[in-house]
């Protein structure tokens, strides 16, 4: 069984930066990919930014040139840099897992992925 757990996110002012973290268990990087969505109130959930087991990454236009999607094989986490934060950024942000091994156009789509997180609160402020 897959337990996805988020940490890292708080209140930040406008242009500060977090670093999100998301620590998986019962899952293994060899094949698959992991994701990083947002979903603020009333709006639909969004893919932020998707990793594969190759280590290509995929960004959605209003996170690109400010977060970095990474992962730390050995100790099986997910990490999220978030740089130069804007207040359109505030949502929770949760951390996604999938077996099946997607296409690159496919990686930022929710229903993709089998496995998610509980989330992890982020309030930027102006």
């Known amino acids: 069984q897959v337990r996805l757990v988020e940490s890292g996110g708080g209140s930040v002012q406008s242009g500060g930066s977090l670093r999100l973290s998301c620590a998986a268990s019962?899952?293994?990087?060899?094949?698959?990919?992991m994701a990083w969505f947002r979903q603020a109130s009333r709006n639909e959930r969004e893919g932020v930014a998707a990793?594969?087991?190759?280590?290509?990454?995929s960004y959605a236009d209003s996170v690109k040139g400010r977060f970095t999607i990474s992962q730390d094989s050995p100790k099986n986490t997910l990490n999220l840099q978030m740089n130069s934060l804007k207040p359109e950024d505030t949502a929770m942000y949760y951390c996604?897992?999938?077996?099946?091994?997607?296409?690159?156009?496919?990686?930022?789509?929710?229903?993709?992925?089998?496995?998610w997180g509980q989330g992890t609160q982020v309030t930027v402020s102006s």
């Open positions: 019962g899952y293994t990087y060899s094949t698959g990919s």
């Open positions: 996604a897992a999938t077996r099946s091994r997607l296409s690159w156009w496919s990686r930022l789509l929710a229903n993709m992925y089998n496995d």
């Open positions: 990793i594969a087991s190759d280590g290509s990454t």
